[in-house]
């Protein structure tokens, strides 16, 4: 996950919701300029082959198993 903005808050975040997977500070902007982001929320699904299916604002669990069926065929 991506972030950009104060780290404490994002830390906070992270540790309210348990998150367990690699965090990165995106205070430049790289990931979401790469995958076209303009706000956050927002997931991007990448396929092994490039593939990406982007989703911004809240995304439920229905909406990014469509997007991960869409990026694996």
Known sequence: ???SGSTDDYNGFV???SLSFP???D???VVFD??????QP???VVGADGTTETLTGRADGEAIATAVDAVLG
């Open 27 to 29: 205070t430049p902007g």
């Open 23 to 25: 965090q990165i500070d």
């Open 42 to 44: 927002g997931v991007v």
């Open 34 to 39: 790469r995958f076209g982001l303009v706000s």
């Open 1 to 3: 996950m991506a972030w």
């Open 15 to 17: 540790e309210r919701h």
